[in-house]
């Protein structure tokens, strides 16, 4: 079993940055051997939930949204059990709730990061608002 906890969140003017954090607890990072895909995805109002950006605890590669690349950075420090992810250059478009999500056990990022279906552990979100 896997917890995520979500934090950061907020309300930034346009052009602002915000740092997310996702703290996990339970049987990842137990085994250095065992990675697990670590994802933040977000859903605004009336939409679907949309994979922003992925990473392994094993390292790299990091994937990304094409809407987010170059503004958005996804990282990882495994001493501390937490996942963050960093904003930049923020946009009222990338108005949303926010989540951390794990994939089960051993699944690598690739091909599977930015479908919702493939993440077994879910964080409750944190609101991000954009304002212009």
């Known amino acids: 079993q896997v917890q995520v906890v979500e934090s950061g969140g907020g309300s930034v003017q346009a052009g602002g940055a915000l740092r997310l954090s996702c703290a996990a607890s339970g049987d990842i990072y137990r085994n250095s051997y065992v990675n697990y895909c670590m994802g933040w995805f977000r859903q605004a109002p009336g939409q679907e939930r949309e994979g922003v950006a992925a990473v392994s605890t094993g390292g790299s590669p990091a994937y990304y949204a094409d809407s987010v690349k170059g503004r958005f950075i996804i990282s990882r420090d495994n001493t501390k059990k937490t996942l963050y992810l960093q904003m930049n250059s923020l946009k009222p478009e990338d108005t949303a709730m926010y989540y951390c999500?794990?994939?089960?056990?051993?699944?690598?990022?690739?091909?599977?990061?930015?479908?919702?279906?493939?993440?077994?552990?879910w964080g409750q979100g944190t609101q991000v608002t954009v304002s212009s």
């Open positions: 999500a794990v994939a089960p056990r051993g699944r690598a990022c690739a091909g599977i990061w930015a479908d919702s279906n493939n993440f077994a552990y």
